[in-house]
């Protein structure tokens, strides 16, 4: 299991990885034994463990992730609701301006962009974007170009999705569009509450 791998490499210990991370010892143990499976955890749990491991979660995950199609060999690419789990995990765990100075300067969506991963790039400059325009903060105009795109198809969350066909109806579809953040449904993806996280 690739945290107990981590906790090797790392020298850290399941008691010391339990401090690091908040989590209960108990829970820790249950991951590193396989009681708990780690695709299972919460969003907050992964973010927790992969940054006292200062690991990415997608790392957390590796062993149970199918690549992409678009991906290369050596290359795994998370589904979208992850990556929009782990982007506003980060929003919240480091704080909006924390957010913005990180991913400005590694310039992840630009990174994104280049690997073709479209949805997640355009993700992430929608969240800059929001942040922006909620704590009176200019924009940043490298990303002009990638501003007048927008996907094909529009990307809804997969529990509108999920109702709608247990539903047999599109009308979630419809209520979620009309109450989109609107950053985001510039670019097709309909995002409702990014800062609503457990």
């Known amino acids: 299991m690739i945290v107990n791998e981590l906790l090797i490499e790392k020298g850290i210990t399941k008691y010391a990885l339990a401090k690091l991370s908040g989590l209960p010892h108990t829970t820790v143990i249950d991951i590193c034994n396989g009681k708990s499976k780690i695709e299972k955890c ?5 973010y927790k463990i992969a940054k006292a491991l200062n690991v990415q979660i997608e790392n957390l995950l590796r062993e149970v992730m ?3 199609p678009e991906a290369s060999d050596d290359e795994y690419r998370p589904s979208f609701e992850i990556f929009k789990s782990n982007v506003c995990h980060m929003v919240k765990n480091s704080g909006d301006t924390d957010f ?5 300067k590694s310039d992840d969506i630009t990174t994104l962009w280049e690997k073709k991963w479209f949805p997640e790039s355009l993700y992430l400059l929608a969240m800059v974007d929001y942040l922006c325009r909620i704590n009176d903060l200019p924009l940043c105009d490298e990303y002009e170009p990638m501003r007048q795109t927008r996907l094909n198809k529009t990307l809804y969350p997969t529990g509108i ?20 953040i609107p950053e985001f449904l510039r670019f097709n993806i309909v995002e409702n509450e990014v800062s609503n996280v457990c």
Do not use: Y
């Open 42 to 46: 919460s969003g907050e749990t992964l």
């Open 66 to 68: 199918h690549p992409h």
């Open 100 to 104: 913005l100075i990180s991913i400005l």
């Open 161 to 180: 999705v999920t109702l709608c066909a247990a539903l047999d109806s599109d009308k979630p579809k419809r209520e979620s569009l009309n109450q989109a």
